[in-house]
């Protein structure tokens, strides 16, 4: 879908759309309200960046193609901290060179929206195998929020949600998209715009006497004060204080960090977000997230036209861990099968939070491919007999 | 007795004094430079943004009441890109050292140069890896000893200027600490210069490369050696290339109007 005559200069084109999933992110950040986008070339998340080169522009927003992901990912956190909705994709291999700029942008609490189409080593093959790098690729201590969409629709719905949640906890946002998604075309509906929820990050009211620039305030997140003002802000790396200054002193890096990871940690029930389907009588639970979430479901239909009872938590966001949730569940079933396309990474998590509840089945495949139902149902048997 | 106060103090951020630079070192001089042309011209500090990365040269925004980001390893231009698209009404000043900026810095910099971003990049250049305890740099002179080229540097070393005129950038020159009057005017230029502006400035670095490479922790002959080395443009021209090689051409190389990157492509109405 290229844009239709007459309508370029639209920024949210309500109605109903046949559009891959790639285009669909696209129209989800315009309709967020992003206004900058840098990127690097790389298979599968090519369309995000050309749709972007031609939407952007024209409704008043600026791309740049990067020469690197650092540039990219810098581009946009500079964008970020001058006051722009800042948006990056990039594909698994890019994702590796963009953990530096997450850490800097976690440290400086830049909000930023940063979207990996993963992809197997070096080529565009099904994978979930950035799972763990989605949380824990840059150094040093930070908490992450990671939503997995499953369809083109969710891609074009969370990455609207993706954009409020970096502007309200002024913190990266990763969007974990995958080959299968981000290449998909299917039905894709975009409300009406003043049907979509848009959240504007804080700008202090406090005189530049006054305004402290990271003192926690409405859950534990810092105000903005906009460049060029006479606030002064120094945003740096290094650890520093309320003020921004650079101090070498163990209270104050530790009063600091706990802040910043105390933000997302203490706002879980605001942030995490799970979906169940069949699971009201369910004594087996697949907990998936992303697009394995589509075999899982067919698996479900076969299982229950045996009569086997079971049900799916489908996970929205993967970081920081739905916790309650999942243990809701341990407490509930006899058993889970945790599926995911790879050798076995987030069933880790389900692992730890099933722990004396229920046994607990790995379903992992990292080929390529994704499950299919068949395969998922195998597992579904194993668990029920 | 008064003590005089510097008037451009009133410019440093409270509490950050004394600074952190080693006795002797150039880059207290350059912040010196740099706050003197903003006085001169008579600039509003609350409208320029200062950009450092990691190194010594890339602590001097810390001391500066100005936006100022810092503290990642060669990316200053990134983010100079995006505050540059998102408020083209500021004016974004870098601080880096020659490591910063052209070692691990290096791409970006060439492609900023390309694109003719329309930003100060105050380039330090001490001739090592100063910060981390005087390694080679890309501008290590050969054979230099430094505390990886124990033997001596068995590299090239490279001219940042040439690179960035070849690249594209509009405004090009080198001074070095010794030439506080040329430099601050140099300084001043690129502050009302629109589009990529670099400035190399030699400085000595008495504690590592002075130690290390010239046998010597006197800020005094450390300074001597980057001036009896320095030549002018003019000069230059009656010099052979491997005479060149031996020296550090100092003045203004380049300074032409051009357009200014606003965006890898902007949107123009007959396309629609």
Redesign the interface.
Request: glycine share 14%; charged share 20%; no cysteine.
């Given at each position: 879908m290229f844009v239709e005559k007459g309508a370029i200069k639209k920024r949210v084109h309500s109605g109903v759309h046949f559009m891959i999933g790639n285009y669909a992110v696209v129209e989800g950040g315009l309709a967020a309200g992003c206004n900058f986008f840098a990127g690097y070339p790389i298979t599968p998340a090519n369309e995000i960046s050309e749709r972007m080169s031609q939407r952007l522009p024209a409704v008043g927003g600026k791309f740049v193609q990067g020469e690197d992901e650092l540039c990219s990912i810098y581009a946009v956190i500079g964008a970020s901290l001058a006051g722009a909705k800042a948006m990056t994709a990039t594909a698994s291999a890019g994702f590796n060179y963009m953990q530096e700029g997450i850490g800097y942008a976690s440290a400086v609490e830049a909000p930023c929206v940063i979207v990996d189409v993963q992809r197997c080593r070096g080529e565009n093959f099904a994978t979930q195998a950035d799972v763990m790098q989605m949380r824990w690729g840059a150094s040093g201590d930070y908490e992450i929020i990671c939503l997995a969409p499953s369809s083109a629709q969710e891609l074009f719905d969370y990455t609207i949600r993706a954009f409020n949640l970096a502007e309200e906890f002024r913190n990266p946002v990763i969007i974990m998209s995958e080959t299968t998604i981000a290449l998909i075309r299917e039905r894709v509906e975009i409300p009406l715009p003043e049907k979509i929820p848009v959240f504007n990050r804080k700008y202090t009211n406090l005189s530049t006497e006054e305004y402290i620039p990271f003192r926690g305030r409405e859950k534990g997140v810092p105000d903005f004060a906009p460049l060029g003002e006479g606030y002064n802000t120094l945003y740096t790396l290094n650890f520093h204080d309320e003020r921004g200054n650079i101090d070498w002193n163990p209270e104050i890096y530790d009063k600091l960090y706990q802040r910043i990871t105390g933000k997302i940690r203490e706002n879980k029930d605001k942030i995490c977000n799970t979906e169940s389907y069949l699971m009201d009588d369910a004594k087996i639970a697949i907990i998936a997230y992303g697009s394995e979430v589509r075999p899982a479901l067919d698996a479900i239909e076969m299982a229950r036209n045996s009569h086997m009872k079971v049900g799916l938590l489908k996970l929205t966001t993967v970081w920081p861990v739905p916790e309650r949730q999942i243990q809701e569940v341990a407490k509930q079933v006899k058993g889970v099968i945790a599926a995911e396309m790879n050798i076995g990474k987030y069933a880790g998590e389900i692992e730890r939070l099933c722990a004396g509840q229920c046994r607990v089945i790995r379903a992992t495949k990292n080929r390529g491919l994704i499950h299919s139902p068949e395969e998922i149902y195998k597992a579904i048997k194993e668990v029920w007999s | 007795m008064n003590q005089i106060e510097n008037k451009q103090r009133r410019h440093i951020?409270k509490?950050?004094l004394p600074h952190f630079f080693c006795p002797g070192c150039g880059c207290g001089q350059v912040l010196n430079f740099f706050l003197r042309a903003v006085d001169e011209l008579n600039l509003d500090l609350?409208?320029i943004?200062t950009i450092g990365g990691v190194g010594c040269t890339a602590r001097i925004?810390?001391y500066l009441?100005?936006?100022?980001?810092?503290?990642?390893h060669?990316?200053t231009?990134?983010?100079?890109?995006?505050?540059k698209?998102?408020?083209p009404?500021?004016k974004v000043v870098i601080f880096a050292g020659d490591g910063d900026l052209i070692s691990i810095g290096g791409?970006?910099f060439?492609?900023a140069a390309r694109r003719n971003l329309d930003v100060v990049v105050i380039m330090v250049n001490n001739f090592n890896f100063a910060m981390t305890g005087g390694q080679v740099a890309p501008t290590t002179p050969h054979d230099s000893i430094t505390m990886t080229t124990p033997y001596g540097s068995g590299e090239y070393s490279f001219d940042a200027c040439k690179l960035a005129i070849t690249a594209g950038a509009s405004y090009v020159s080198r001074w070095s600490t010794y030439k506080p009057i040329q430099t601050i005017k140099s300084i001043k230029k690129v502050l009302q210069h629109r589009g990529f502006s670099l400035i190399e400035i030699l400085s000595q670095c008495p504690t590592n490369f002075g130690r290390y490479a010239l046998k010597t922790d006197d800020p005094k002959k450390v300074l001597n050696w980057i001036n009896e080395r320095s030549i002018s443009i003019a000069q230059s021209k009656r010099l052979t290339e491997a005479e060149k090689a031996e020296k550090f051409i100092i003045g203004e190389f380049i300074n032409v109007e051009k357009d200014i990157f606003?965006?890898?492509?902007?949107?123009k109405e007959r396309y629609?």
């Open positions: - | 951020r509490g950050k609350n409208k943004v925004p810390i009441n100005t936006d100022s980001l810092h503290g990642v060669g990316r231009l990134g983010w100079a890109t995006g505050i698209m998102h408020r009404d500021l791409n970006h060439i492609q606003e965006g890898s492509t902007v949107y629609k």
